[in-house]
C-alpha cells in the first residue's frame, strides 16, 4: 500500500537531508510504527506519504514514495485525499471550522459525500472517540486533548484507505488513548485500512503494531522489523522493555501481561528491599554546587502559590470547581486527570492567564490575574501545550539572545540550557522548522532562563523521546533540589512517576485526590506505571529504582 524506494529528503538550506535511504513497504491492513529519537525525521517520512514534502514544506525529494499506486512526488496532497488521511502533531493547524460536528463534517463535504452518508458517518465517528457531549462545543473551547480526538475523528469520516498518524497519543488521559488505539486496530483488523504511525509513548502503543520501523539517526539506513526484533536493538525503547533488558529476558516481553509472567524470579530478588522515594527538597544546594540559581530570597519554607476554593467558569462549562491546592519550594507536583479535567485551567490561575470566578490565587504573594507580566515572570513561569505561543523570532540563536535578555541573565545562559536538552539543534534553525518536541524543548530553555520560583509545565513530554526526558528530568530535579517547585500537567504517567512527589488527581474541575506519587499512581489501574504494574504488590514504581536495588 505504501512503498519507499531509496527515499532521501532535503530540505532549502540545510547541508545534510533529514532523512535518507529510506526503502521499505507498508502492505495493506497492517499497522506499522515509526520509532526513533527526537528530530530523526520521523515527521518528514510522514509528510513523504501525503504529499505535505515536498509540495508543502519544500525541498527536494530524491527516490519515490508510491501511496495505493500513486507518486506522491507528481500527485499533491488534495490528489491524495481520498486515499490517505493525516493527523499532524499540532491539530490546531488542521482545523477549518468552528464546533466539534461541523470539523467532522468538513473532509466529507470536500469529497462531496451524499448528506446521508455524512450524517452516519459523523455520528459513529462521535460514539468511536467519545466526542458524542461535544459535538456542539467550539473547537477553541475544547483542551489539548478533545483537540487531538477531534482531529483523528475528522479523519476517519472520509474511511481513507491510509491513515498517517503523527504523535496521535501524546496529548490524551491513559483511558482516551487506550480508546483511540482501540479504534484503530479496529479499523485495521475489520476494514484492512493501512496504519503508519510515529509515536515515541512506545508503552502505550507497541504492543498493537505489526511491525515497526526504525529511524536510528544521522548516518544510519532506517530498517523494518518485528516489534521483538526492532525493541532489542533500538535506542527508544519503553519501560516494560527496559526492565526485560535489565533482568536479562530473553524474549523481550513487549507487554504488562508478558512481564507480569517472567516476573517472579525478579520479586524474589527485590523481596524485603525498598525504593527509594522522591522527596522534597526546600532547602538551597552548596554554594557552588548549583547550577541554577534561586530566583528569590526569602523564606524556603512558606509557600509559593496557594489556591484556595478557586471555581472558574468558562465559555459555559465549569471547569475548577473549588479547589484548594498549596504548592512549597523544591517540590514538584504532577496535575493529572482525562481531558478536560481542568488542568491547564488551573495552570492558568496561577500563572493569571484565568481569572477566577471565585476564590484566591496568590503566587510568589501576588494575585495573578492582577499583575503586570513582566512583574509576574520574576515569579512564575509557564510552558504552554502549545510552545509556538512563547517563539516569535527567526532562528533559535535569536530566541536563545532574546530569552537572556528578558531574564537579564549572562549571554548564552539560555542556549547552555537548550545545549543539555537536545544536543543537535542548530543555531541558525527557524523555530518553525524544529519539531514539535524540539519546539517544546526551546520553549522550555526560554522560561528556565528566567530561573522562577514556580515552573509551569503543561504537557511537557510531548514529542519527546526516552533520552530527551531523561535529560528533562535530570535539569528538572537540579530545579527542586535548589528549591524551585514545578507544577506540571501531564498523560505521562511514566514521567510522573520518575519525578514527581506529589499526584493532585483532577475530575470533572475537582480534586479527587492529592498525596505521594507511590500512593496515587498505584491505586489507579489508568495512571500506574509500567514497572508497578508487572512488579505489583511490590511498590516499585521505575526501571531505575529497579536497577538501583539490584546493585545495593
Known amino acids: ?66 501511496v495505493a499506486g500513486r507518486d506522491t512526488r507528481t500527485h499533491k496532497p488534495r490528489e491524495l485525499a481520498d486515499v490517505v488521511g493525516t493527523v499532524g502533531q499540532d491539530p490546531l493547524s488542521h482545523f477549518v471550522t468552528d464546533t466539534v460536528e461541523d470539523e467532522l463534517a468538513y473532509g466529507m463535504e470536500s469529497l462531496g459525500l451524499a448528506p446521508e452518508v455524512m450524517r452516519r458517518r459523523v455520528e459513529e465517528t462521535l460514539d468511536l472517540l467519545g466526542l458524542a457531549d461535544l459535538r456542539d462545543r467550539p473547537i477553541a473551547t475544547l483542551s489539548g486533548g478533545q483537540r487531538q480526538r477531534v482531529a483523528i475523528g475528522s479523519v476517519l469520516t472520509p474511511h481513507p484507505r491510509v491513515l498517517v498518524l503523527d504523535e496521535p497519543t501524546s496529548a490524551l488521559d491513559p483511558a482516551a488513548a487506550e480508546e483511540v488505539l482501540a479504534v484503530l486496530q479496529r479499523l485495521v483488523h475489520d476494514l484492512g485500512t493501512t496504519v503508519l504511525m510515529a509515536e515515541h509513548r512506545l508503552e502505550r502503543v507497541i504492543q498493537y503494531a ?3 520501523a526504525l529511524l536510528p539517526g544521522p548516518g544510519e539506513r532506517p530498517w523494518l522489523g518485528t516489534p521483538p526484533e526492532v525493541m532489542a ?15 536479562d529476558w ?7 501481561r508478558d512481564a507480569r509472567r517472567r516476573a517472579g524470579a525478579l520479586r524474589d530478588r527485590l523481596a524485603g528491599r525498598e525504593p527509594e522515594r522522591a522527596r522534597p527538597a526546600p532547602a538551597p544546594a552548596p554554594a557552588g554546587k548549583r547550577r541554577f540559581t534561586r530566583a528569590k530570597a526569602g523564606d524556603t519554607t512558606a509557600p509559593v502559590a496557594e489556591v484556595r476554593s478557586v471555581s472558574v467558569r468558562r465559555d459555559g462549562v465549569q471547569a475548577l470547581r473549588e479547589v484548594d491546592l498549596t504548592v512549597t519550594p523544591g517540590e514538584t507536583i504532577a496535575l493529572m486527570g482525562r481531558n478536560g479535567a481542568g488542568k491547564s485551567t488551573l495552570l492558568g490561575a496561577l500563572v493569571g492567564l484565568v481569572a477566577p470566578s471565585s476564590g484566591s490565587v496568590r503566587t510568589g504573594g501576588a494575585v495573578p490575574h492582577r499583575t503586570r507580566p513582566r512583574d509576574l515572570v520574576r515569579r512564575v513561569g509557564l510552558v504552554p501545550q502549545e510552545p509556538r505561543d512563547l517563539l516569535y523570532a527567526d532562528t533559535v540563536a535569536a530566541e536563545c539572545a532574546a530569552a537572556d535578555r528578558d531574564a537579564e541573565a549572562d549571554p548564552g545562559t539560555c542556549r547552555a540550557l537548550l545545549t543539555r536538552l537536545l544536543p543537535s539543534v542548530a543555531d541558525d534553525i527557524h523555530p518553525r522548522d524544529l519539531s514539535e518536541g524540539q519546539r517544546l524543548t526551546l520553549a522550555l530553555a526560554v522560561v528556565l532562563t528566567a530561573r522562577p520560583p514556580l515552573l509551569l509545565l503543561d504537557e511537557p513530554t510531548r514529542g519527546l523521546d526516552y533520552a530527551a526526558k531523561a535529560r528533562l528530568v535530570a535539569i528538572l530535579r537540579e530545579l527542586a533540589a535548589e528549591g524551585h517547585a514545578i507544577v506540571m500537567a501531564t498523560h505521562d504517567v511514566e514521567l510522573a512517576a520518575e519525578l514527581a512527589h506529589r499526584v493532585v488527581l483532577l475530575a470533572e474541575g475537582e480534586v479527587i485526590a492529592d498525596g505521594p506519587s507511590a500512593e496515587v499512581v498505584v491505586a489507579s489501574p489508568s495512571f500506574a506505571p509500567q514497572v508497578a504494574k508487572i512488579l505489583a504488590p511490590q511498590a516499585w514504581l521505575t526501571v531505575s529504582q529497579v536497577r538501583e536495588a539490584l546493585s545495593r
Open 250 to 256: 530473553s524474549p523481550l516481553p513487549l507487554t504488562v
Open 210 to 212: 505489526d511491525q515497526v
Open 233 to 247: 536493538v533500538s535506542p527508544v525503547h519503553p519501560p516494560v522493555v527496559a526492565l526485560g533488558r535489565l533482568a
Open 1 to 66: 500500500m505504501i512503498r519507499f524506494e531509496n527515499v532521501s529528503v532535503t530540505y532549502d538550506g540545510s547541508a545534510e537531508p533529514a532523512v535518507h535511504g529510506v526503502d521499505f513497504e507498508v502492505p495493506e491492513g497492517e499497522l506499522v510504527l515509526l520509532v526513533g529519537p527526537s528530530g530523526v525525521g520521523k515527521s518528514t517520512v510522514l509528510g513523504a506519504v501525503s504529499g505535505l514534502v515536498p509540495h508543502f514544506t519544500g525541498g527536494t525529494l530524491h527516490g519515490r514514495v508510491t
